[in-house]
């Protein structure tokens, strides 16, 4: 008997995935947390039955929110991530040898452990001696900090449930606050293909460009992820994402990529007319 994972992109389409069998299945007090696996795609972490990650297309997301703005920043020294329980993130980060401090704030322990124990690919770097995790609310731990970070990363799910409250204005702005002088942050940014995905992507749009004042988006191809195509916002202080690239300095690190290009990059930020449409709308401040 075959066995198959679906989950709905919206009332009339859903992505199946056969599945070999499923190796966890577990309720915290936030969510259901499922790890299955498939011969096509790898293992794959499912939060409340969606997608969060499949072992074959995660470096398409890390690479692009990691990255962008690290070769953006020139000394990029403390990190701040937020959610990323996965571990996908941080193991990117810690390729950066100059990073001396990452705090990680999960609102959920059990992801992180259930991603240590099925999902090693991702969570290997989790216990960097750089890495700091914190279990508790990102929104609340945000509001503590001032001028305390050069990067924030912001891999929230999607926004509603737990990660509902890291779409709101008063987070970035809390994100604004938090920042150095010349800081960035970075944070997924939906689809813009189907309806409901595109407006929660003009609301977030909206808000992080009332706080920051260089906010720009830029897409990736992640082909497990609601129509294949999906959005990053790139917020800073004073950086551009494209013009204060350092392509040169980035590529001597001669870190190896199966996605992410400094060519690739600025290409990223050339996106279609009807994204740029989407997000004009809201962008009159």
């Given at each position: ?20 069998k ?12 499922d ?113 305390e ?16 409250g ?49 906010s ?28 204060d690239?350092?392509?040169v ?18 290409g990223a ?17």
């Amino acid at each position: 008997m075959e066995l198959w994972f679906s989950e709905p992109h919206t009332p009339d389409v859903k992505l199946s995935i056969r599945v070999n069998k499923q190796l966890y299945s577990g309720e915290s007090d936030l969510q259901r947390i499922d790890v299955f696996e498939s011969p096509e795609l790898g293992r794959l972490l499912v939060l409340d039955g969606y997608v969060m990650l499949t072992e074959k297309d995660e470096f398409i997301y890390h690479e692009m929110i990691v990255h962008v703005p690290m070769a953006v920043h020139p000394n990029v020294k403390r990190v701040l991530v937020i959610g990323a329980g996965d571990g996908g993130v941080v193991r990117e980060l810690a390729r950066y040898p100059e990073i001396e401090y990452i705090d990680l704030v999960e609102i959920d322990q059990q992801v992180i452990q259930v991603c240590k124990d099925y999902l090693p690919q991702t969570a290997c770097k989790l216990d960097d001696e750089r890495v700091y995790i914190h279990y508790e609310d990102g929104l609340k731990f945000v509001r503590t900090r001032e001028d305390e970070y050069d990067l924030i990363i912001v891999d929230s799910t999607d926004p509603f449930g737990p990660g509902e409250g890291l779409f709101t204005k008063e987070f970035y702005g809390n994100c604004y606050k938090a920042l150095r002088e010349d800081g960035i942050m970075v944070n997924q940014h939906e689809s813009p293909f189907y309806e409901a995905d595109a407006t929660a992507c003009m609301r977030a749009h909206k808000r992080i460009v009332e706080s920051f004042p260089i906010s720009r988006v830029y897409q990736a191809h992640i082909p497990t992820y609601p129509s294949g195509h999906w959005l990053f916002g790139f917020a800073s202080k004073r950086y551009h994402p494209v013009r204060d690239l350092d392509a040169v300095r980035w590529e001597a690190r001669e870190l190896e990529t199966k996605y992410y290009t400094t060519t690739l990059h600025m290409g990223a930020f050339c996106l279609p007319a009807y994204v740029e449409k989407l997000l004009r709308k809201v962008e009159i401040r």
